[in-house]
C-alpha cells in the first residue's frame, strides 16, 4: 500500500455519538446510559455508543419479527433478494476506506490487513450469498408412487447474533449474510469495543434497499445486552463467535428460555506442525511469524503452537525469533507497521499476566513479552516467543489472544499428533512437509476443523469455518452457512 491519502483524510474526522439502530431509526438508548470508546491507538476517546439494556433489545427482536411475519424481506422473491445484496456488496465496497479506517480507529487492527479483512471480506461475503440463495433447490424424496415428499428450505424468523471485537466487519457479514439471504430478519450485537464498523454497515445497508427493521443493531456490554439477546423467547437462532466460557452461559440461557438453537464458534490453541523434511524452511518460518503476530494475535485460528521436529528445532526456532525482531509494531494506521494495537488495556495486561505465567512454569522467553510505546497512550506489545515450552504448561493449553508463541519439540509423528491434540480446541491447524503420506495421515489423525498444509491461514468464502471439540458447533462460511438458517419442511401428499 503507497497510496494514504484516504487515510489521512478519515483519521481525525469526528465520530458523532452513536446509537442503536431499530427499526430502521437511529435510537438511543431507553435509559439514556451510554459507554465511553476509547481508541486503542492512543487511548484517547472516539466517541460514545448506546449501552443497551433489555428494553432495547426488546424494540430490536419486536422490530426484526414484524418484519419477518410481514414478508417484507422473507418472503421476497429470491431475485429482489439477491440484488439487494449485491447492491450492498457494491456500497460497502465504495465506502471500503471510510469503514477501513473507522474499524481501525476503533479496533486497532493494522490498516494493511483490514482493509482486506474487514470491508474486503465482507464485500466478498454479501456478494456470495446473495449469488448463491436462487441456487438452492429443495428435494424430491424416493417415496411410493402414491405419495409425493417435497422437502424445501424455509427461513428460521429471527437471528441473533454476538460477534467480538478482533474483526467485526469479517465475522459480522459471515452471520449477517447467510441469514439475510435465507430471508430471516437479524438482530446484531458487536462488542463493546468495535461496534462502529457494524453500525456504519446496517446504515449502507439500508441504502441498498434492505427493508427496516429486517437488520437491526444493538450496542452494549455482553453481560446486559447479550445475556437478553440469548434470553430472549422470540429469538430463534443465537450465532455466537467468543470465549468458551461466554459460550457456556449462551448455551444455559437457551435452556432457560425456549431452546433456541445456539452455534458456537469458541476460538482455538492451533498447532503449527515442522517436519524437519518441510519443502521451504525459510517460507514455513515466515508463515509461523505471520501465523501468531498478525493483528497483534487477534485471530481464531493464530498458530499459537510451533511443533518443531527436534533435528532443525534450534535453527528453526532462530529464524522464527528473528522474523518476529524484524516486525514492526506502531500505529495501525501507519501502512509501515506489520503489527497494529491490542484491542483494549484489559487484554493487554492478560497478555503480560500470560508472559509472567509462562517464565514461572519454566519456558524461556526468547524474544518480546514487554508492553511498548506506551507514550502514545496506545495498547501495544512486543511479539513474544517462547521456547521449551511444554504441553502441559498454560500457554501450550489456553488460548491468550495476544502475541505469544510457544516452541515445542518433537522427535516423530507420532509425538506431534499427540502434542497437537493435547488442548480442549480443534480449530485449526498447519502441517509442513514434502511428504504427501505424511501430510494426509495428519489430515486425518489432527482434531480441528480445518488443516492447512505447506502453509497457515489461507482461506476464502467458499471453504467451511468451524472446529472441533469446545472449539464449537455449526460453521461459518461456503453454503454449509445457510443450514444453520434455514429449517427443512417437508409435504407428504397423497397422490391415490
Not at 485449526?428 to 511428504?435: D, E
Request: net charge negative; proline share 4%.
Amino acid at each position: 500500500m503507497t497510496d494514504t491519502t484516504p487515510i489521512d483524510a478519515l483519521k481525525n474526522n469526528v465520530i458523532a455519538p452513536q446509537v442503536h439502530l431499530i427499526a430502521g431509526r437511529s435510537e438511543p438508548s431507553q435509559d439514556g446510559a451510554v459507554l465511553d470508546v476509547l481508541s486503542p491507538r492512543d487511548g484517547r476517546q472516539l466517541t460514545t455508543i448506546a449501552d443497551g439494556g433489555s428494553d432495547d433489545v426488546d424494540r430490536a427482536v419486536a422490530s426484526a419479527r414484524r418484519c419477518f411475519d410481514n414478508g417484507a424481506w422473507s418472503q421476497m422473491a429470491l431475485g429482489g433478494r439477491k440484488n439487494i445484496l449485491i447492491r450492498l456488496a457494491e456500497l460497502i465496497e465504495e465506502h471500503a476506506w471510510e469503514l477501513a479506517v473507522l474499524g481501525v480507529r476503533d479496533n486497532g487492527t493494522e490498516i494493511n490487513m483490514a482493509l482486506k479483512a474487514e470491508p474486503g471480506s465482507a464485500a466478498s461475503t454479501f456478494r456470495y450469498y446473495a449469488e448463491a440463495i436462487d441456487k438452492v433447490y429443495g428435494e424430491i424424496a424416493p417415496t411410493t408412487q402414491q405419495i409425493l415428499g417435497l422437502i424445501e428450505r424455509e427461513p428460521m424468523g429471527v437471528v441473533a447474533a454476538i460477534v467480538p471485537w478482533n474483526f467485526p466487519l469479517m465475522i459480522g457479514a459471515w452471520k449477517i449474510a447467510p441469514a439475510l439471504a435465507a430471508g430471516n430478519s437479524v438482530v446484531i450485537k458487536p462488542a463493546e469495543t468495535a461496534s462502529l464498523s457494524l453500525l456504519r454497515l446496517a446504515q449502507i445497508a439500508l441504502e441498498a434497499g434492505l427493508p427496516p427493521g429486517v437488520l437491526n443493531v444493538v450496542t452494549g456490554r455482553g453481560e446486559i445486552a447479550g445475556e437478553a439477546l440469548a434470553l430472549h423467547n422470540d429469538v430463534d437462532i443465537l450465532a455466537f463467535t467468543g470465549s468458551g466460557a461466554v459460550g457456556r452461559r449462551l448455551l444455559e440461557y437457551s435452556a432457560r428460555s425456549n431452546l433456541k438453537q445456539v452455534y458456537l464458534e469458541l476460538g482455538g490453541k492451533s498447532p503449527n506442525i515442522i517436519f524437519s523434511d518441510a519443502p521451504d524452511l525459510e517460507k514455513a518460518a515466515a508463515a509461523a511469524v505471520n501465523g501468531i503476530f498478525r493483528n497483534s494475535g487477534q485471530v481464531c485460528v493464530s498458530g499459537s503452537r510451533l511443533l518443531v521436529q527436534r533435528d532443525i528445532y534450534r535453527e528453526f526456532l532462530s529464524r522464527v525469533v528473528e522474523g518476529a525482531a524484524q516486525l514492526k509494531v506502531g500505529d495501525p494506521l501507519d501502512v509501515t507497521s506489520n503489527i497494529g494495537a491490542v484491542n483494549n488495556l484489559q487484554q493487554l495486561e492478560k497478555n503480560l499476566n500470560y508472559v509472567a505465567i509462562a517464565e514461572r512454569e519454566g519456558a524461556k522467553r526468547c524474544s518480546g513479552g514487554e508492553r511498548i510505546l506506551s507514550e502514545t497512550g496506545g495498547y501495544y506489545m512486543q511479539p513474544t516467543v517462547f521456547s521449551d515450552v511444554t504441553a502441559d504448561m498454560r500457554i501450550a493449553r489456553e488460548e491468550i489472544f495476544g502475541p505469544i508463541l510457544g516452541v515445542t519439540p518433537f522427535d516423530d509423528e507420532a509425538e506431534a499428533v499427540s502434542i497437537a491434540n493435547a488442548t480442549d480446541y480443534g480449530l485449526a491447524a498447519g502441517v509442513w512437509t514434502s511428504n504427501l503420506t505424511t501430510a494426509h495421515r495428519m489430515i486425518r489423525s489432527i482434531k480441528a476443523g480445518v488443516v492447512h498444509v505447506n502453509c497457515y491461514g489461507g482461506t476464502d468464502i467458499t471453504v467451511p469455518m468451524g472446529g472441533m471439540k469446545q472449539s464449537g458447533n455449526g460453521y461459518d462460511k461456503s453454503l454449509h452457512a445457510l443450514e444453520k438458517y434455514s429449517a427443512l419442511k417437508t409435504a407428504w401428499i397423497d397422490l391415490g
